[in-house]
């Protein structure tokens, strides 16, 4: 599975640096990093999704052909779904219907 960064990217109390070394790290798939990643859903259905980063290094994970675009990095997970709320606040929600997806193609 490719795993790619939008550029539009929420995280909590992370710096620029670090940033820029966990995505390097994530790129090289390290086994090191123990963080949340909050992604756009790898299905049809759903808003946004959080992962435990080691989870995606299992092998159902990296044989799929899917790629997964983070939106937020967190520290735990706490923090992780503190960014799934804050994201979805940002989006105005019209009839039921949260365009997380419309929202991030923005920013493409």
Request: proline content about 3%; hydrophobic content about 40%; overall charge positive.
């Amino acid at each position: 599975m490719k795993i790619r960064f939008h550029e539009k990217l929420y995280s909590d109390d992370i710096s620029d640096r670090k940033l820029r070394s966990i995505k390097k790290k994530v790129a090289m798939r390290s086994t090191k990093l123990k963080l949340y990643l909050v992604t756009l859903p790898l299905g049809k259905q759903g808003i946004l999704e959080v992962y435990w980063y080691p989870e995606l290094l299992q092998k159902v994970y990296r044989n799929m052909k899917s790629e997964l675009v983070v939106v937020g990095v967190a520290n735990d997970r706490d923090a992780a779904f503190e960014l799934v709320r804050q994201i979805i606040s940002e989006i105005s929600i019209q009839e039921a219907y949260v365009p997380v997806k419309e929202f991030f193609e923005e920013y493409r």
